[in-house]
């Protein structure tokens, strides 16, 4: 008589199977947990020959598909655990997830509901819908789920992180701090928190406690820990190397290389050199400002220009660029992989990344090598410390730089460095109106010498603040006219002042213009000629003011700077050298401070200055657009010529340094 197979029960499951099914259940579960994924989908595929019902296998093999990244498999092995097991809540989280990490979002939505429906108290899936609703942009929707969430299980670190990010969009920054907050005391491990957490208190002018944080950031930042995102790291320190340490932890961390497309083949040439343009601020935004004369002033005979759309907003600006490009291809709703797939289908030459590691940024698509050749370009300041990107801009340096200081800190950018004589290619569209504007309609006392600085104060560290407080002092009646941050900025900034011994109502702020789209030409004009109310423009540092201080200088306002050792630190000096006004760099904070107060005693001396750059706004680089795209363009033809030649990538120059 034979004898009958024992029979075994999974307490997960509450149902027999096999003892074979479970055995190489089992073996999957332990290969798994080693991180050997195709042997352990090889052993969840036995196990379902074996008993083909076994929902919990499909389960977790589809797990192991979401671990390798294979998401379209994973959602094949989730369907048919649900069709299995109905009621199975997990799987429909599990899911919703797979569907968030391929952008479907709708579906991703669908799943989180059904597992509400089937586990109101699931805590982990009103959250991970809060995240799909945040990546929506429906961001007061968001805070609803991620409090349902919090609400069902309060040390649920994530969705008070999320909550927080949810609230910052919403402009409610106190409040996102003390979710911030919470989420750390919960969690201080979770990736990038504790800047994310610092640049929020900056915004609010909230100083406590910053040089603990600082040094903490900084020790993370040195032990390659995602302890401050690379953006971060470029306000908080002069420091080339915590920067590029800090840019690395992020690559290595999100953004490895991805070798799934394979190599790309040589291609010969056929003609223009195609050029793909990667930005998620393709619309009025400081990128496009660089851009827009770029793209109009390129020698199409030479170039053909790809738009790949990251985030769609209509607007007078997109469509001015829109006209500019040869090929407008909106790819927001694709994937990283598929965006990098379909450049390469288009055969694009040269990709060029204008986000970097910036909060719209899609450093996925250049990872997966997007195109041959890869340049990091305007978006972000600073080395993107990634192997696939092959080249970024700078400067020619001028004679009168520390050139052995700028060698040291070479060693701090991974890509090759393509110089040209101005990195800016200002659009001279941004026409200054005419309206007459007086004082009074922003606050400003009549006879009183104004200092502003227009940036936006997250910038804004107390050595700055000191700075300016001892430079008001010292100039009877002036007053520092800054842009309007919130209400509780506003409160902290007036208590700083009055602590060092100035009245805080020698401190004017002035909000925003917001206007309809279709008007907003017209509150650029006025933006840009309010700039002639004052009488100079104090910069701030460690990360000087950019696009704030060409508009200054295009509207004849003398920019004063102190220049640093990293990129971010030595924009504004950039600036004034391709205008031609070097005098107005400094390089210390007491040569800063002097200067300052000597050009406010000086009225002569200042009125010599704001002729200056007058005069030079139409006759140097800096707002020479045709001249600089001609620059920028012969630099990507050359680093085409060395790609064809199968040269590495080097630093060049496109002029000889020193010429004009």
Same mark, same amino acid.
């Given at each position: 008589?034979?004898?009958?197979?024992?029979?075994?029960?999974?307490?997960?499951?509450?149902?027999?199977?096999?003892?074979?099914?479970?055995?190489?259940?089992?073996?999957?579960?332990?290969?798994?947990?080693?991180?050997?994924?195709?042997?352990?989908?090889?052993?969840?595929?036995?196990?379902?020959?074996?008993?083909?019902?076994?929902?919990?296998?499909?389960?977790?093999?589809?797990?192991?598909?979401?671990?390798?990244?294979?998401?379209?498999?994973?959602?094949?092995?989730?369907?048919?655990?649900?069709?299995?097991?109905?009621?199975?809540?997990?799987?429909?989280?599990?899911?919703?997830?797979?569907?968030?990490?391929?952008?479907?979002?709708?579906?991703?939505?669908?799943?989180?509901?059904?597992?509400?429906?089937?586990?109101?108290?699931?805590?982990?899936?009103?959250?991970?819908?809060?995240?799909?609703?945040?990546?929506?942009?429906?961001?007061?929707?968001?805070?609803?789920?991620?409090?349902?969430?919090?609400?069902?299980?309060?040390?649920?670190?994530?969705?008070?992180?999320?909550?927080?990010?949810?609230?910052?969009?919403?402009?409610?920054?106190?409040?996102?701090?003390?979710?911030?907050?919470?989420?750390?005391?919960?969690?201080?491990?979770?990736?990038?928190?504790?800047?994310?957490?610092?640049?929020? %208190?900056?915004?609010?002018?909230?100083?406590?406690?910053?040089?603990?944080?600082?040094?903490?950031?900084?020790?993370?930042?040195?032990?390659?820990?995602?302890?401050?995102?690379?953006?971060?790291?470029?306000?908080?320190?002069?420091?080339?190397?915590?920067?590029?340490?800090?840019?690395?932890?992020?690559?290595?961390?999100?953004?490895?290389?991805?070798?799934?497309?394979?190599?790309?083949?040589?291609?010969?040439?056929?003609?223009?050199?195609?050029?793909?343009?990667?930005?998620?601020?393709?619309?009025?935004?400081?990128?496009?400002?660089?851009?827009?004369?770029?793209?109009?002033?390129?020698?199409?005979?030479?170039?053909?220009?790809?738009?790949?759309?990251?985030?769609?907003?209509?607007?007078?600006?997109?469509?001015?660029?829109?006209?500019?490009?040869?090929?407008?291809?909106?790819?927001?709703?694709?994937?990283?992989?598929?965006?990098?797939?379909?450049?390469?289908?288009?055969?694009?030459?040269?990709?060029?990344?204008?986000?970097?590691?910036?909060?719209?940024?899609?450093?996925?698509?250049?990872?997966?090598?997007?195109?041959?050749?890869?340049?990091?370009?305007?978006?972000?300041?600073?080395?993107?410390?990634?192997?696939?990107?092959?080249?970024?801009?700078?400067?020619?340096?001028?004679?009168?730089?520390?050139?052995?200081?700028?060698?040291?800190?070479?060693?701090?950018?991974?890509?090759?460095?393509?110089?040209?004589?101005?990195?800016?290619?200002?659009?001279?569209?941004?026409?200054?109106?005419?309206?007459?504007?007086?004082?009074?309609?922003?606050?400003?006392?009549?006879?009183?010498?104004?200092?502003?600085?227009?940036?936006?104060?997250?910038?804004?560290?107390?050595?700055?603040?000191?700075?300016?407080?001892?430079?008001?002092?010292?100039?009877?009646?002036?007053?520092?006219?800054?842009? %309007?941050?919130?209400?509780?900025?506003? %409160?902290?900034?007036?208590?700083?002042?009055?602590?060092?011994?100035?009245?805080?109502?020698?401190?004017?702020?002035?909000?925003?213009?917001?206007?309809?789209?279709?008007?907003?030409?017209?509150?650029?004009?006025?933006?840009?000629?309010?700039?002639?109310?004052?009488?100079?423009?104090?910069?701030?540092?460690?990360?000087?003011?950019?696009?704030?201080?060409?508009?200054?200088?295009?509207?004849?306002?003398?920019?004063?700077?102190?220049?640093?050792?990293?990129?971010?630190?030595?924009?504004?000096?950039?600036?004034?050298?391709?205008?031609?006004?070097?005098?107005?760099?400094?390089?210390?904070?007491?040569?800063?401070?002097?200067?300052?107060?000597?050009?406010?005693?000086?009225?002569?001396?200042?009125?010599?200055?704001?002729?200056?750059?007058?005069?030079?706004?139409?006759?140097?680089?800096?707002?020479?657009?045709?001249?600089?795209?001609?620059?920028?363009?012969?630099?990507?033809?050359?680093?085409?010529?060395?790609?064809?030649?199968?040269?590495?990538?080097?630093?060049?120059?496109?002029?000889?340094?020193?010429?004009?």
């Amino acid at each position: 008589m034979a004898t009958k197979k024992k029979q075994y029960t999974n307490p997960f499951m509450k149902v027999k199977i096999s003892e074979d099914a479970v055995s190489l259940y089992k073996k999957a579960l332990v290969l798994k947990a080693a991180g050997q994924i195709d042997a352990a989908i090889k052993k969840y595929d036995e196990a379902i020959l074996i008993k083909p019902d076994f929902f919990e296998a499909y389960y977790n093999k589809g797990n192991a598909h979401r671990y390798k990244k294979q998401f379209k498999a994973a959602v094949a092995c989730y369907d048919v655990a649900i069709v299995l097991k109905p009621d199975f809540a997990m799987a429909y989280l599990t899911k919703g997830n797979a569907c968030k990490d391929i952008e479907k979002f709708d579906l991703a939505l669908e799943c989180y509901e059904k597992a509400i429906q089937l586990n109101p108290e699931y805590s982990e899936a009103y959250s991970n819908r809060g995240v799909v609703l945040k990546n929506l942009t429906l961001f007061a929707e968001a805070v609803a789920s991620f409090d349902m969430a919090i609400s069902l299980k309060p040390e649920l670190s994530e969705a008070h992180y999320n909550r927080g990010a949810c609230l910052e969009k919403l402009n409610q920054l106190t409040a996102a701090l003390e979710s911030y907050e919470k989420a750390f005391e919960l969690n201080p491990q979770i990736d990038y928190l504790l800047g994310i957490k610092l640049q929020l %208190k900056l915004s609010l002018c909230d100083w406590s406690n910053l040089e603990e944080t600082l040094a903490l950031c900084a020790v993370g930042i040195n032990a390659q820990k995602p302890i401050a995102d690379s953006f971060t790291a470029l306000v908080l320190f002069d420091n080339p190397q915590l920067h590029l340490l800090s840019a690395k932890a992020h690559v290595s961390n999100q953004f490895s290389s991805d070798q799934s497309l394979g190599d790309i083949p040589k291609r010969e040439p056929t003609g223009r050199v195609r050029i793909g343009y990667f930005s998620a601020d393709l619309y009025y935004h400081p990128v496009s400002i660089w851009l827009a004369e770029q793209l109009e002033n390129h020698d199409k005979t030479k170039v053909e220009l790809y738009a790949f759309c990251l985030k769609s907003v209509q607007d007078p600006m997109r469509d001015r660029l829109e006209a500019a490009f040869d090929h407008w291809i909106d790819v927001q709703s694709m994937s990283d992989l598929e965006i990098a797939k379909l450049s390469r289908e288009l055969e694009i030459d040269i990709a060029i990344d204008l986000n970097g590691h910036t909060a719209d940024g899609r450093t996925g698509v250049f990872a997966a090598r997007a195109a041959p050749i890869q340049v990091s370009h305007l978006g972000f300041p600073g080395s993107m410390g990634a192997e696939y990107i092959d080249y970024m801009m700078g400067q020619i340096p001028s004679p009168d730089e520390d050139l052995q200081e700028l060698e040291r800190n070479r060693q701090f950018i991974t890509e090759k460095i393509a110089y040209v004589p101005s990195g800016f290619t200002y659009d001279r569209q941004r026409q200054i109106s005419e309206e007459p504007l007086t004082r009074a309609q922003f606050g400003l006392p009549e006879a009183a010498f104004v200092f502003t600085c227009q940036n936006g104060l997250k910038k804004l560290m107390p050595e700055v603040f000191d700075i300016w407080m001892e430079i008001l002092k010292a100039v009877p009646g002036s007053v520092l006219w800054l842009q %309007k941050p919130s209400d509780t900025a506003v %409160k902290n900034l007036i208590k700083e002042a009055n602590a060092r011994g100035v009245d805080g109502e020698r401190l004017i702020f002035t909000a925003r213009e917001v206007v309809p789209k279709d008007q907003e030409k017209a509150r650029i004009g006025r933006y840009l000629s309010s700039y002639r109310l004052a009488d100079l423009f104090l910069d701030t540092w460690p990360y000087n003011a950019g696009t704030t201080a060409i508009d200054a200088l295009w509207a004849g306002l003398p920019v004063l700077t102190k220049m640093g050792k990293a990129y971010v630190a030595r924009m504004a000096a950039e600036a004034l050298r391709a205008i031609e006004v070097p005098e107005l760099i400094t390089r210390t904070p007491q040569a800063y401070q002097e200067l300052a107060i000597e050009l406010a005693q000086n009225p002569e001396k200042l009125m010599q200055l704001k002729d200056k750059v007058h005069r030079n706004r139409l006759t140097t680089a800096l707002f020479n657009p045709a001249a600089n795209t001609r620059h920028i363009e012969s630099a990507y033809l050359e680093m085409y010529k060395r790609y064809q030649e199968s040269l590495e990538p080097e630093d060049f120059y496109i002029a000889v340094p020193n010429s004009k």
